[in-house]
């Protein structure tokens, strides 16, 4: 009887009502349903390739594959003032899951209107704040 009673408590005081990693943030954000990733670039050449990492993601982690976003600042904005070859990485985003984001600073520092730029880009003021926001909100974010 001793015995029953022991397990019985051992069983009803080993539950919990949260997992382990509740308060752990870096082991909460690896264990999430759904991941989320911003990648940053300045590098023109780079956002094919971060475009393609998307795609690989989507395909590998089906269901758990959230939102992708390669935010462009720098010199590399001006990729997509050829509005042509800047419709193609758009369209090549948008097939691999992936959305692409332009900082407005840089736009305006090179003299690029939002009108003359292809369609289907997401813009935001300052996209080093925005990739600081968006690692609050639990995104995985990378900067190159």
Known sequence: ???????????????????IYANNP??????????NYIITTGVPGYVPVMIMASAELMAEEGEN?????VVV?????KQ???KEAGQKLVDMA????????LCDFALTHFGI???????GLKFVKNAF????????EGFFVLGV
């Not at 600042?73 to 904005?77: L, S, W």
């Not at 209107?113 to 369609?119: C, M, N, Y």
């Not at 704040?129 to 609050?136: C, D, E, G, H, R």
């Open 1 to 19: 009887m001793r015995i029953l009673i022991l397990l019985v408590s051992f069983m009803l005081l080993g539950q919990t009502a949260q997992p």
């Open 80 to 82: 997509f003032a050829d």
């Open 94 to 101: 948008k097939a691999s899951g992936a959305t692409i984001v």
């Open 65 to 69: 594959f959230g939102k992708f976003e």
């Open 26 to 35: 870096i082991e909460h954000n690896i264990n999430h349903k759904v991941n």
């Open 129 to 136: 704040t925005y990739n600081l926001k968006k690692q609050k």
């Open 73 to 77: 600042y720098g010199e590399a904005v």
């Open 113 to 119: 209107s939002r009108e003359s730029l292809p369609e």
